[in-house]
Nanobody, 125 residues
Framework: QVQLVESGGGSVQAGGSLRLSCTASGYTYRYYMAWFRQAPGKEREGVAA????????YYADSVKGRFTISQDRAKNTLYLQMNSLKPEDTAMYYCAARSRGLAREPLNSPEYNYWGQGTQVTVSS
């Protein structure tokens, strides 16, 4: 089992920055970790993912160049640095982990079998 706890959400003005954190616990190995988001009335979308055994990372086109995913293995913590935030980034952000080996589509939510409770990010114009 894997438990995921997100933190770092909040309210910020457009152009501002936030850093989300996700602390993982449990003994199950996590091949990938990722951030997803879901805005009211919209489907959950993959924002960024990282292969925990190496340096490969993946980003949605909408956040490339603005968001950076990283991990601190010693702290079992995943981060999402979000810069140049836009109102359309407003959503509940979820941390996810995959324990089932290599993923075909690291930004696709069915690839993940563990989820956090989410942290709200609100960007005002």
């Amino acid at each position: 089992q894997v438990q995921l706890v997100e933190s770092g959400g909040g309210s910020v003005q457009a152009g501002g920055s936030l850093r989300l954190s996700c602390t993982a616990s449990g003994y199950t190995y996590r091949y990938y970790m990722a951030w997803f988001r879901q805005a009211p009335g919209k489907e959950r979308e993959g924002v960024a993912a990282i292969y925990t055994g190496g340096s490969s990372s993946y980003y949605a086109d909408s956040v490339k160049g603005r968001f950076t995913i990283s991990q601190d293995r010693a702290k079992n913590t995943l981060y999402l640095q979000m810069n140049s935030l836009k109102p359309e980034d407003t959503a509940m952000y979820y941390c996810a982990a995959r324990s089932r080996g290599l993923a075909r589509e690291p930004l696709n939510s069915p690839e993940y079998n563990y989820w956090g409770q989410g942290t709200q990010v609100t960007v005002s114009s």
